[in-house]
């Protein structure tokens, strides 16, 4: 794992790995809630002027709590979407282009990074 991603590579084989800086946790309900600390120099004096939170916190829906638990640095994002179907049916249909569209947006804020199996 951590070769580089080419182009080419099929985005279905590659493995979504959450980057470790944040902590996460489920509720009751089964739900994933991600606690992103808030300690930059800015973040310190806006917290001081307008009285904001030490830390973000961001409620992911059933679905993507499912896709968040299953994220385990091992499942590619064709397991991923597999376990979906089985999971959710019709309901998270069409599913890899949903699940596509999650992953980059989970990778764009830097909560995961994606890596490729080599040489199986």
Known sequence: MGNKIQKDDNFLELVPKKVGQYRWKVSEEGFVQIII??????DKVV???????KEMKIDLDEQG???WKLI??????????SSLKD???????PIYER?????????????????????D
């Open 37 to 42: 600390p808030r300690q930059g120099k800015l």
């Open 47 to 53: 917290r001081y002027f307008f009285k904001t939170p």
């Open 65 to 67: 709590s499912c896709v």
């Open 72 to 81: 385990d640095g091992k499942n590619s994002i064709e397991n991923i979407g």
């Open 87 to 93: 999971k959710f049916g019709k309901k998270a249909e």
């Open 99 to 119: 699940l596509g569209t999650y992953i980059n947006i989970l990778r764009n804020n830097d909560f995961i990074t994606l890596e490729k199996v080599s040489g």
